[in-house]
């Protein structure tokens, strides 16, 4: 289980090596049993996969194509609706929520054949860099079981890094699929802003929010990307740009591509995490890449600005767990406000709570100008510093994280620390641009370390191209 | 609460502005796909987007902004090339999503007007702006055995397409105001866009109204009056309005700003928020939907689409048709009246008898069947034959008179009854002399009275013949051979 690949599968189901039901009894099985070690799942979906795995081996008896994800074990981020199946969003709120309706992305992977076996651990809502603020515990790095994997898809990182799932769906708002990524030593895609649907992906900050893969290489994540990508009339956001094979894309030819590295983002980045990503640097121009130094004037202003827009974006959306309806309610509450008020109260984990209050604060009468809408005329500053960029490079290469995994509990009673980490990936989520991390090595403790690949809207081909060639070389 | 005499009144100049909103006449709701039947069972007009399921995202109809925009026209708005959907915050059971989805600072159009007649004075009420937005459900607190406890609530109307037409502060009383909601409402029912039944909710209004000495320029501090539910209601709330913010600032009172709510059972406006507890609603761009562009194709496309409006039309019966402007203004109250009417005055080619004939023979067996003119069993056509006849001489008046009752009963042309009763005009000119020389030999009184200078008695002998004649005697000749042969 451990090794396979979408590669792999295809070859092993199409040689009758094994079947489709055979291969998701073993992911199912190896994956319950390493569960315990990281708690990276926070529940299974056996009937679902087998169910799934039959109609690939019917496919295949009929000789018929398995499909682009024929018989691929899939693990999905618990905060994306799959019918029938909880979908909890790591918060007590939605400790019993059952998904009426599967999201498009979900709909479009076992349409071509994915298996979803399984959901995974996250920070509540996917509010965090650590997954340690899920309210049915935090996940462990597979890399190193006293560290955290990231957050906040850290669930679906883990699974991949530690071979009980081939690929996984995470959901990165300001990081959470480049960060936990990088620290598990794996590959994390956030695909341009409109790519792939936000139907169905429970929303923490809608103009933010997107669901991108996860996979040990370029080219599996690359697939899985293409799979979910394109237009769906359910997400008045989602674009019209046709989706073009990765697959072609990636002719590990990178030649005279022209590469910035922006000096903002290198005057802070120190020790084992500098040290590996300017060898990347070094790495690239020896396969034939043009580096220059290039500048994101507004970079400084990024985490200010994030955190007013996905915390006012945030107090919105999380309006609709009031109680009411299908969220876990409080009991004994004698009034409507008091309904609200426990429900909410006992319901929400610190963390959203902090970011709800700091949303309804940005955007309470008399504060919007001054923080909402100078946050929303700042990022599109930061979106403009990369549209000049890439008049200029082809790609942008830099860090994901200042530092690797740290330790569970070490920056818990810290936010601000915590924010911090996000530095250097909420750039490319406020611009809505393709960004990834790829590992690029390991500190002498064994820990990985991405370098992240920047590339223009819907630029994603280059960014495969010049992050296959990278694993590559 | 005291309220303040008439004479007290008088001294006041009250100043009121409208806030409708309209439910639009899509058939489906404003962000899914979800029918807008009524009258469903609670909650089964449903889906994961209106009832706010987790990672549900709206997508907007363009049908309801097709309607929308129609509406912007008829009330001559400048409908802007972008406008921008905007989240209004508000926790309430039957509000799923916790924000309604609306317009704000980019409604979909501004700057229009609606012309209204109060007492023969015309006058133009401004429209400050259209914004389109999603209904919620309803609370449902009554009616359950448990109702002292629980309330239930039906989603079946939430994301209902909802415009909200804001009007400037141009009515100055609640006569204007009343004439205003007419006339929007007409121009609405005639483009389309809604039904406007007050009774099933798809027209609500709110009313500001605030009092200011006469003279003065700085208006006074304004009360929204809210639950306005029908014409009369409107009326009664601002007159009840006006009288008491009156007696409140007579006697040394101060008003605040507050929403009211009226009560229909006592005639009285109560308070409901005063402004210190009023939402903030934390305004922000709806992050889920894309700017809305209206093209100016598309916004020429609907244009062109739209029916004459009522006030037009209203005008050009006056100058085109003749007619006077209260007939005008009588068969342009509806859009199937006026298309009717336009019918039977071409038809007849007299539109000023078939302006009559509908609103006073054929209006008058409506209403006694209870019927609207879209029910009527004599079609336009028909109506217009039969005016066609009277006017060319072919059918006296009286005759048709007798006709129409038997056309509404057998939905028949008028033509056949005509045929099978011999009810057509008398052309044998010898037969009504005959006929007029026997009533002057029956009457030899009444012809000596008329010689003798009392011409009033020649209707008596006009009646004889007509009498005679079974009313198929052409009264224009019969007067004239009277008069002749009488010298």
Redesign the interface.
């Given at each position: 289980m451990t090794k396979h690949t979408i590669s792999s599968v295809r070859a092993g189901l199409l040689s009758k090596e094994f079947s489709a039901v055979e291969l998701t009894r073993q992911a199912l099985s190896f994956a319950e049993a390493e569960n315990p070690k990281t708690n990276a799942y926070l529940s299974f979906s056996p009937e679902r996969a087998l169910a799934a795995a039959e109609r690939v081996d019917a496919r295949i008896a009929a000789g018929e194509d398995p499909g682009a994800l024929g018989g691929v074990p899939v693990a999905v981020k618990d905060v994306?609706?799959t019918k029938g199946l909880k979908?909890t969003?790591a918060s007590k709120l939605?400790e019993n929520?059952i998904?009426?309706?599967d999201?498009t992305a979900i709909e479009r992977i076992e349409a071509a054949g994915g298996v979803i076996i399984g959901k995974t651990n996250c920070d509540e809502f996917a509010m965090g860099s650590s997954n340690e603020n899920s309210a049915f515990g935090p996940v462990r790095n597979p890399v190193a079981l006293d560290r955290v994997p990231g957050g906040s898809s850290g669930g679906s990182a883990a699974v991949v890094a530690q071979g009980t799932a081939v690929v996984s769906l995470g959901s990165d708002t300001g990081g959470s699929i480049r960060q936990p990524a990088s620290f598990c030593g794996i590959v994390g895609v956030t695909p341009t802003y409109g790519r792939v649907s936000?139907?169905?992906?429970?929303?923490f900050?809608?103009?933010l929010d997107h669901i991108g893969p996860f996979a040990r290489n370029t080219r599996d994540a690359a697939t899985l990307l293409e799979v979910m990508a394109g237009r769906d009339?359910?997400?008045?956001?989602s674009a019209e740009a046709p989706v073009p094979s990765y697959a072609a894309s990636m002719t590990g030819n990178v030649k005279g591509l022209k590469i910035g590295i922006p000096v903002e983002y290198m005057k802070h980045a120190t020790g084992e995490t500098a040290d590996l990503v300017n060898a990347s640097f070094r790495k690239l121009q020896a396969m034939g890449c043009e580096l220059r130094e290039i500048s994101l004037p507004n970079t400084d202003y990024a985490i200010d600005t994030y955190y007013i827009i996905c915390t006012?974006?945030a107090?919105?959306n999380?309006?609709?767990y009031?109680g009411?309806?299908?969220t876990t309610r409080s009991q004994n509450s004698g009034t409507?406000s008091d309904l609200?008020k426990n429900t909410r109260g006992e319901g929400f984990g610190a963390e959203v709570k902090r970011r709800i209050m700091l949303g309804?604060y940005v955007?309470?009468?008399g504060y919007?100008d001054a923080y909402?809408k100078k946050a929303q005329m700042v990022r599109n500053l930061i979106t403009q510093d990369f549209n000049k960029a890439f008049t200029e490079v082809d790609a942008i290469v830099a860090p994901v994280s200042p530092f690797p995994a740290f330790k569970l509990g070490e920056k818990v009673n810290d936010p601000i620390s915590m924010y911090l980490s996000d530095i250097y990936t909420i750039t490319g989520s406020l611009a809505g641009i393709p960004c990834m991390s790829t590992p690029c090595g390991n500190t002498s403790e064994g820990l990985p370390v991405g370098l992240q690949i920047l590339c223009k809207h819907f630029g994603e081909e280059t960014m495969f191209r010049l992050a296959d060639a990278f694993e590559n070389s | 609460m005291e309220l303040a005499p008439p004479e007290l009144i008088a001294k006041y100049q009250p100043v009121i502005g409208l806030e409708v909103h309209v439910q639009l006449a899509t058939r489906t709701k404003i962000f899914c796909s979800c029918e807008m039947a009524f009258g469903a069972p609670p909650n089964t007009n449903v889906c994961?987007v209106c009832?706010?399921?987790?990672?549900?995202?709206?997508?907007?109809s363009m049908d309801a902004v097709e309607l929308a925009v129609k509406a912007s026209l008829a009330l001559h708005c400048r409908v802007n090339p972008v406008s921008r959907f905007a989240?209004k915050?508000y926790?309430y059971?039957d509000s799923?999503?916790?924000?309604q989805i609306s317009q704000y600072d980019e409604p979909l159009a501004e700057h229009g007007y609606v012309d209204i007649t109060v007492d023969g004075v015309k006058k133009r009420i401004g429209v400050t702006r259209v914004h389109m937005e999603d209904d919620a459900g309803k609370s449902v607190h009554d009616g359950f055995r448990d109702s002292d406890r629980n309330t239930y609530?039906d989603l079946n109307r939430c994301g209902a397409p909802l415009i909200e037409i804001v009007s400037e502060p141009d009515m100055r009383s609640s006569d204007e105001a009343y004439a205003y909601l007419t006339e929007l409402k007409q121009a609405l029912q005639f483009v389309e866009v809604s039904t406007c039944d007050m009774e099933k909710g798809h027209l609500r209004c709110d009313a500001n109204v605030s009092v200011m000495l006469k003279g003065a320029e700085k208006f006074g501090t304004r009360a929204e009056v809210k639950n306005l539910n029908s014409f009369r209601f409107l009326k009664l709330a601002i007159d009840y309005e006006i009288a008491r913010q009156v007696a409140l600032v007579e006697s040394g009172g101060r008003m605040v700003q507050e929403t009211r709510l009226f009560n229909a059972d006592s005639g009285e406006t109560v308070s409901m928020r005063s402004k210190e507890d009023a939402h903030?609603y934390?305004?922000?761009p709806e992050?889920?939907?894309?700017p809305l562009r209206v093209s100016d194709e598309w916004k020429a496309r609907l244009a062109a689409s739209m029916p004459e409006l009522p006030a037009d039309k209203r005008q050009r019966f006056v100058t085109e048709y003749g007619l006077r402007e209260y007939d005008a203004q009588v068969l342009t109250l509806t859009r199937p009246m006026s298309e009717f009417y336009e019918e039977v005055a071409s038809v007849s080619g007299d539109p000023k008898t078939a302006a009559n004939w509908l609103m006073g023979d054929l209006a008058g067996l409506l209403k006694a069947a209870g019927k609207e003119i879209e029910e009527s069993p004599v079609s336009a056509k028909h109506l217009g034959e039969l005016v066609a006849m009277v006017s060319k001489g072919e059918l006296t008046g009286k005759s048709a008179k007798d006709v129409l009752p038997k056309m509404f009963e057998t939905g028949e042309a008028p033509g056949p009854i005509v045929d099978r009763e011999g009810l057509k005009t008398m052309s044998d000119m010898g037969a009504v002399e005959k006929i007029i020389d026997d009533v002057i030999a029956a009457n030899p009184k009444q012809v000596e009275q008329y010689k003798s200078g009392k011409t009033a008695v020649m209707g008596f002998l006009v009646g004889q013949v007509m009498k005679a004649s079974r009313g198929q005697a052409a009264a224009n000749v019969v007067n004239d051979m009277l008069k002749t042969k009488l010298g």
């Open positions: 994306i609706l979908t969003c939605l929520f998904a009426p309706y999201a936000r139907y169905g992906l429970v929303a900050a809608s103009s009339p359910k997400d008045a956001t006012a974006e107090s919105s999380l309006a609709r009031d009411v309806r299908y409507l609200y309804t955007l309470s009468h919007y909402y | 994961p009832l706010a399921l987790p990672g549900a995202l709206p997508v907007l989240r915050n926790f059971p799923p999503k916790g924000y609530v903030d934390r305004y922000f992050p889920d939907l894309v």
